[in-house]
């Protein structure tokens, strides 16, 4: 039991796991349930678990899980069930361990945590994961990106000729983009 308990103290090191770090767990088989109690050691103030089993969230609420979430195995319902761990958290998402793997769950992890916070892959199912990254990294709303934007341009065909030439053409063109 020594070998996956030292997999999540490392995990919660890495992620910076404290008194002010509420965490998600995602999936509560043997590597989620065991990934669960080190957060609880770092005192983080609050940890939900998220699975699609009844008889593993029970499990996970003994454990020491303050809230459990039940989940499906659908892509569809991402949206719908990170609003349900939101609420099951009761404030901001710090830390996501995802304990299953699967593109699923690395899909409601990244979009549950808060910008800034940190999602940690501890369990690995699938062999090759697809992310929703454009979502995931399309927040760094501190990062200011407006001086890579060297041209604007009109939406005319002329314009938009003008444009593509301007961003084909190499030079000092760096970001083009359209005003609409
Ligand atoms: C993960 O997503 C990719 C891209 O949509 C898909 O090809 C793959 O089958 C998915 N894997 C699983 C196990 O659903």
């Known amino acids: 039991m020594y070998e996956p308990l030292s997999v999540s103290v490392h995990a919660c090191h890495w992620a910076n796991v404290g008194p002010e770090t509420n965490v998600l767990v995602m999936g509560a088989g043997p590597i989620g349930l065991i990934t669960l109690l080190a957060p609880r050691a ?3 103030p609050r940890i939900v678990v998220a699975d699609v089993n009844d008889h593993r969230l029970s499990v996970a609420k003994a ?3 303050h809230e459990i979430v039940k989940v ?3 892509i569809e319902e991402v949206a719908e069930e990170v609003a349900k761990i939101k609420e099951a958290m009761g404030t901001r998402v710090y830390v996501s361990f995802d304990c299953a793997g699967f593109n699923k769950t690395m899909a409601t ?3 549950a945590t808060g910008s800034g916070g940190k999602v940690c892959l501890v369990g690995m199912a699938q062999r090759e994961l697809t992310l929703p990254l454009t ?3 399309a927040r ?3 990062v200011d990106v407006k001086p890579l934007i060297t041209h604007r341009f009109g ?3 002329k314009e938009v000729e003008k444009a593509f030439e301007t961003s084909a053409g190499g030079g000092n063109a ?3 983009i359209f005003n609409l």
């Open 155 to 157: 939406f005319s065909q």
């Open 109 to 111: 992890a990244l979009s």
């Open 63 to 65: 454990l020491s899980a």
């Open 135 to 137: 979502s995931a990294a």
């Open 140 to 142: 760094s709303s501190k």
């Open 42 to 44: 770092f005192e983080a």
């Open 174 to 176: 760096i970001k083009v």
């Open 72 to 74: 499906s195995t659908n």
